[in-house]
């Protein structure tokens, strides 16, 4: 049986590229700007907060809490048909930066997850080329 995935995936953009090169080492890194000490994703060569240019990379320790999270029921696209219900997450990473996620490990129930909870990335090989962050509770 074949497991071809057939969602959207990242388009590629100079700003970027490290970023998914270090996910496919199964690596999650963050841009920093070093003018007001801030991490923040996604990555871009500009400080979201500052303007400023004086920034770069860190890897994050992948270790975070739960911002917020929805559960999906109904597919965005038909992509997704065969993959609901999931989580959707927002994650406040340790080094500071809030990233999008989808939640994985855990039955997409309410009364198994809570925003607080800690949680830690672990990473999904969508094709050869992509490899998709993901987080699970830790
Ligand atoms: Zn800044």
Redesign the pocket.
């Known amino acids: 049986m074949t497991n071809v995935y057939a969602g959207p995936l990242p388009v590629k953009q100079p700003e970027s590229d490290f970023y998914w090169e270090k996910t496919q080492s199964r690596e999650l890194w963050l841009r920093r700007?070093n003018?007001?000490d801030?991490a923040y994703f996604y990555p871009r060569d500009f400080?979201p907060?500052?303007g400023?240019r004086n920034v770069e990379w860190i890897r994050s320790s992948g270790k975070g809490t739960l911002h917020a999270f929805a559960i999906v029921h109904r597919a965005p696209t038909p992509a997704f048909r065969d993959r609901v219900p999931f989580v959707v997450a927002m994650i406040d990473l340790e080094e500071g930066a809030r990233l999008p996620a989808n939640l994985v490990g855990v039955d997409p129930d309410p009364a198994l997850i809570a925003v607080g909870m800690p949680v830690e990335v672990d990473f999904q090989d969508l094709t050869p080329e992509v490899t998709l962050p993901v987080f699970r509770l830790a």
């Open positions: 700007c003018d007001c801030r400080c907060t500052c400023g």
